[in-house]
């Protein structure tokens, strides 16, 4: 880019920058090999003149989008897999590059939930013959599919599914069946029209018992001709808040016949004469709702990138108000209130990304012990995936509307992609797992835990400290490491009134489930409060870890974002702290003190933090975020586009305006 063409105030924040912008880039990848390969991934996918739009999609119909975004989802793969097939590598597929080559076609892919959800499937839950053959066919792409669990009438209480999957011995064919309306499936993305193929989660029935809900491949179109198979009521839900691209769809079966062999078999079995073999753990089912949840807190970090680096960016460019009569309007990047607004963005997606790899690490480390028979940690990491899913996704969504807002007026057109962005992040908060129904499977674990802990019981690491929190409160230090211990004594506080709540609710003659509705506020505090306390150890902890190989400047600029993370959270919680821990009002002033210095340490380098993050315009698709920041230029140029600018009149004037005004006349 050439450097004439930049906005004055974006080239003069970016002579401030004080650190190796480079540096924190490669540090943010997860080293200099990842950042270039990356960028290899990105620039292969930008000069596909075919996935450029030349109508805003905002302009198109929602068929129109949905035809659009099949044909770029078509280009898009077929790079990839050539991608991938030049390298011998996955790299075009890694999430985070996924991310971002998603962004750059903006709307959803109808093939979300293929790669998503289909293909992880296939791989975590099909039998090693069943992988030889489906798996060869899905990562080609020869069938489409999708993962069809929730229904019309029930999407958290899986137990409480409706479809049904009956054995017939005679054929050695299972039969599926929808027996009311409510248990339609509803929501699977890509469903309405572009799977041939799907995951069905059914309820088994086997020589008339039943044996809960297990998944299902199911073939529902024609492979030629694509018309949905006899048996299959098949159709696309409608618009939404967002992800209008995803094609999600409802499905409906009439005692519709598979064989038994597409009954996935890594894990229970069902046999020609009907037997049922029982899983090592039923809850392996639900492996790759874990998986995603586990993914999303990475995702969380990547779209707060996007909307954080917009509103910097923008805030730079845009003056306003005059508080010094006769002096020029200052950029609104000066006002600490937006300072406030930004800078926690910038944090909190370093604190989730780094959260979101230990979590993906304690993943990979689980499923693979699960595979070699151990299943002692899955609750452990089942409890953590819960709450980060819950709290990233939350914290992301208000993150992003927040930046929105930072934009003024401007943050409200859809040429700046915050609605895009939002619509997509604010999904998050409810699939795969709504908000408040993780948290109270996190709180589960942690009544179990606090129990625990009251017993003597050797504790899991994520839990340990409960030990030290059963009878004092910590004495406070207005250090990090102090903070955390905060976070924790908090967590650990809640975590015994939950506990208490129930117990005593009981006591009074609640039967438990009574009483576990009775305390769930609190049990959902205590799940908030233990995952705010990981967020935090985790981010400063790891911050502290690599700054030792870092150079000293970018070392200085994350121990700046996680101080202010966690000072920003101890002023958002400091009723909570003053309840469970040992802060006095002295602390806290202290704190805000420093929180303003920090504000002020960071705000040179505000532009240069967003730059290394290094988010191209072509995934940014944001008038007010581009590199060069002509942000005024961009706006009309984008106006210009509307299709009602293509005349001077409108027909509906002639039409109707003027007939109207004419007989306001009379
Ligand atoms: C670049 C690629 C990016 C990919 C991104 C793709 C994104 C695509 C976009 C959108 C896709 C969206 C897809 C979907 O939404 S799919 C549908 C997702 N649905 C859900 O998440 C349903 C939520 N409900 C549940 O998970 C469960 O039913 C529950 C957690 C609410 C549990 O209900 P409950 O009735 O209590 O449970 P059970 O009796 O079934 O369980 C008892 C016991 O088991 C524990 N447990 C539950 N789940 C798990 C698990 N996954 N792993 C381990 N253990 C589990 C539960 O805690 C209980 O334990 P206990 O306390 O010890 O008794
Ligand atoms: C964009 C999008 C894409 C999706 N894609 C897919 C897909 O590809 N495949 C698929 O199978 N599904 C998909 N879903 C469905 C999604 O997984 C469910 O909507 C989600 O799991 C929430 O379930 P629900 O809709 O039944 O909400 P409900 O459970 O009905 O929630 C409604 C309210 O009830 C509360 N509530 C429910 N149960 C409890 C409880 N036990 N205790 C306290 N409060 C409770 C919730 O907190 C919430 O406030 C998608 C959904 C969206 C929005």
């Known amino acids: 880019m050439s450097e004439a063409k930049v906005n004055g105030d974006l080239l003069r924040e970016r002579e401030k920058c004080n650190f190796d912008l480079k540096e924190l880039t490669h540090f943010i990848d997860g080293g200099e090999e990842a950042t270039r390969n990356r960028r290899e991934v990105e620039e292969m996918v930008i000069h596909v003149k ?21 044909r770029k989802a078509c280009v898009l793969i077929d790079i990839l897999k050539e991608h991938a097939l030049r390298h011998s590598s996955f790299d075009a597929y890694k999430p985070t590059n996924m991310y971002r080559v998603q962004s750059m076609v903006k709307q959803v892919s109808p093939f979300i939930l293929h790669m998503g959800m289909f293909v992880p499937t296939i791989f975590g839950q099909a039998s090693a013959d069943q992988q030889a053959e489906w798996l060869p066919k899905a990562l080609s792409l020869q069938i489409i599919g999708t993962y069809a669990q929730t229904e019309l009438g029930h999407g958290t209480f899986l137990r409480g599914l409706e479809t049904t999957a009956t054995y017939d011995p005679t054929t050695e064919e299972f039969v599926l069946h929808s027996p009311t309306l409510t248990s339609y499936k509803w929501w699977p993305g890509g469903l309405g029209h572009t799977a041939n193929h799907c995951i069905v989660v059914a309820q088994l029935y086997s020589k008339g018992v039943c044996h809960g809900i297990h998944p299902f491949l ?7 001709t694509h018309m949905p198979k006899p048996g299959i009521k098949v159709g696309e839900i409608g618009p939404k808040l967002g992800f209008q691209t995803a ?19 890594k894990n229970a079995q069902v046999l020609k004469d009907g037997t049922y073999v029982k899983s090592k753990s039923t809850k392996l089912t639900y492996g790759t709702m874990m998986l995603i949840r586990v993914m999303i807190v990475s995702d969380a970090a990547y779209e707060i990138s996007r909307a954080v680096t ?23 990047l000066d006002y600490v209130t937006q300072q406030h607004k930004l800078f926690i963005g910038i944090a909190t997606s370093h604190a989730l990304r780094i959260t979101g790899s230990w979590l993906w690490e304690t993943y990979s480390k689980v499923t693979h012990d699960l595979d070699a028979g151990k299943l002692d940690q ?9 709450c980060l899913k819950a709290i990233s996704s939350r914290d992301a969504s208000a993150i992003v509307e927040q930046c929105r807002l930072a934009c003024g007026g401007h943050g409200y057109m859809a040429s700046s992609n915050f609605p895009t962005i939002y619509g997509s992040i604010t999904a998050t908060v409810t699939y795969e797992g709504e ?43 207005n250090t990090p490491e102090g903070i955390i211990s905060g976070f924790k004594a908090v967590a650990a506080g809640k975590s015994k009134e939950a506990y208490d709540a129930v117990i005593s609710y009981e006591n009074n003659g609640k039967d438990y489930e009574d009483a576990w509705n009775l305390a769930s506020v609190q049990l959902v505090n205590a799940s908030e409060a233990y995952c705010r306390a990981i967020i935090c150890e985790m981010f400063w902890s790891e911050v502290q870890r690599h700054s030792v190989t870092m150079s000293r400047n970018v070392a200085a600029v994350l121990q700046q974002l996680a101080e202010l993370y966690l000072i920003y959270w101890t002023l958002e919680k400091s009723g909570d702290l003053f309840e469970y821990s040992c802060v006095s009002k002295e602390d806290l002033a202290v704190l805000r ?50 299709p009602l600018n293509k005349e001077p009149v409108n027909q509906s004037f002639h039409k109707y305006l003027k007939p109207f005004m004419q007989k306001s006349k009379l």
């Open 50 to 70: 075919e996935i450029q739009d030349e109508v805003p999609e905002e302009y198109l119909s929602h068929k129109e989008q949905y035809e659009n975004a099949v």
């Open 218 to 224: 199911v073939q529902i179109r024609d492979s030629e």
């Open 247 to 265: 094609n999600n769809g409802f499905l409906g079966f009439d005692h519709f016949r598979i064989p038994r062999q597409n009954m996935f078999m």
């Open 310 to 332: 917009i509103a910097t960016r923008y805030s730079a460019v845009r003056h306003q108000s005059q508080p010094k009569p006769g002096q020029p309007e200052p950029q609104i």
């Open 378 to 386: 899955l609750p452990e990491l089942h409890a953590l995936a819960c």
């Open 435 to 477: 908000f408040t129904v993780l948290l109270l499977q996190t709180a589960r674990y942690l009544l179990k835990a606090w129990k625990s802990a009251l017993e003597g019981k050797v504790m899991t690491p994520t839990v340990a400290f409960m030990v030290n929190y059963q009878k004092t409160k910590p004495l406070w230090k």
């Open 593 to 642: 003190r420093r929180y303003g210095e920090l504000l002020a340490l960071i705000r040179p380098n505000a532009v240069a933090l967003v730059d290394a993050f290094d988010l191209r315009d072509e995934i940014l698709q944001s008038t007010l975020g581009s590199y060069d920041g002509r942000v005024y230029e961009r706006l009309m140029e984008e106006a210009l586009k509307s």
